[in-house]
């Protein structure tokens, strides 16, 4: 099986993400909330067209705070999806704004979207998947994975010999 370790090895795009943000725990609510956007956007199309449209994700999705995102309305939900910069689908457009809302709740109640995660404890990929649909829009069990393996939070981002490992487990040591 090819792993993605495999695939991003010496890659222009893959390569940067693979060896600077892949698995590293985050604690930042707007980087959370960009890879929550970019794994739903992902659905049904390839890693490296989502990596190659991030700046555009960035710029036309106020730089991911969800703060500014969860305010969006009408006009800004038109701007969207006339970007052709990004992905111009209406139910991952809706998704996002609403999952900006959400957010921003949990941060209102949890100081940050990472201590809400951190206060789901440990579960498995099977209870997070329930957990974040009980919470999100646009979340099946490949987001869902895909998003927590992004952010750390559930192994196998990264195959236990790869180089990236060693500087994840020493982000780990440091939270």
Not at 46 to 62: E, G, V
Request: net charge negative; charged share 25%; glycine share 10%.
């Amino acid at each position: 099986m090819t792993h993605y370790c495999d695939i991003a090895a010496g890659h222009p795009v893959h390569g940067p993400y693979h060896d600077g943000d892949y698995g590293f725990p985050l604690r930042d609510d707007a980087r959370l909330f960009e890879l929550l956007v970019l794994e739903i956007n992902q659905a049904g199309l390839s890693w490296l067209t989502i990596l190659k449209k991030r700046d555009n994700f960035r710029r036309a999705y106020d730089g991911f705070d969800p703060h500014v995102v969860a305010r969006y309305g009408e006009s800004e939900r038109a701007r969207l999806l006339a970007d052709a910069g990004i992905i111009r689908n209406r139910l991952k457009v809706d998704a996002a704004i609403h999952n900006a809302g959400r957010v921003v709740e949990l941060i209102d109640a949890h100081g940050s979207f990472a201590a809400w995660l951190d206060a789901q404890g440990t579960l498995t990929k099977d209870e997070w998947v329930k957990v974040m649909k009980g919470q999100f829009k646009f979340m099946g069990g490949e987001i869902v994975g895909e998003f927590l393996m992004s952010i750390g939070r559930l192994p196998g981002a990264h195959r236990d010999d790869c180089p990236v490992m060693e500087r994840i487990r020493a982000a780990r040591a440091g939270d």
